[in-house]
């Protein structure tokens, strides 16, 4: 049902195509990490899935096109967490977790007991229970993001889009985010795409890789078929040497360049 099925997908801005005839598959419950340099089309991608920009060819959730759908619908098939998202001036960080709850309210609108209890949950695995009353302006970079995902997970939507969801995000605030979407994918079976800069933690994730590069697909396969040295070199003119990590997943070992020799001597 949350089966995501791209098809020949070429979509852009105006007059700019950015992406050209991308095609993916991702079964429901599977996790799909895109990953690609800077300005490569990840987050383009993401806003043609969510049918935020026009585009050629299919996108298809369980069969069927999101167009077909109604806006409640769409809202329970498909979430989205923006790289930059717009937040509504005024609102606390429960109030606006509230509203990922939207499409799952009843006639009146009025959130219920499950809808509190699934935000009181998400708030506490998130590290933002002793903030729930304070205004989404007073946040720092860090805790404020987390509020923006905690939003798009209160959805419960069959497919979670997630831009860059560990930015400005300690690496233990990471884990405890992506832990909790990898349970979300376990346990009801949701269908996860990220876009993440950092690869050791895409590939610890993410079942799968897509790696852009030009907004065209060049490599697509399991981590440690895509994290090479070489893919490394030509995608991203990067030294970096592959290890593997305790649990068999590729580590990215970035290797410092000019002549790295380490000195302890600073000055004359
Ligand atoms: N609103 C826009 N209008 C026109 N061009 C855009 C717009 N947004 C992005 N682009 C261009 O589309 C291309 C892909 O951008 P995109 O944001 O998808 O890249 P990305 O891979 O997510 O990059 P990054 O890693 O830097 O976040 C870039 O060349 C960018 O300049």
Redesign the pocket.
Known sequence: MNDLRISDLTA???R?T??TEISAHVPGGGWLG?I????????????AIAGLLRHEGTVLIGGRPLHDTGRRERARLLGYAP?IPQLPPGLTVTDYVLLGRTPHLGPLGREGRTDREVVGRILERLDLTRLATRPLTELSGGERQRAVLGRALAQRAGVLLL??PTTGLDIGHAQALLDLVDELRRELGTTVVT?L?DLTISAQYAENLLL?AD?RVAVHGTPAEVLTPAVLTDHYDARATVLTGPDGSPVVAPVRGGGAGRSSEVGG
């Open positions: 852009g801005y105006r700019r950015v992406l895109i690609g340099p800077n300005g490569s089309g990840k987050s383009t991608l993401l806003k790289q831009d860059e876009t800069h852009l907004g």
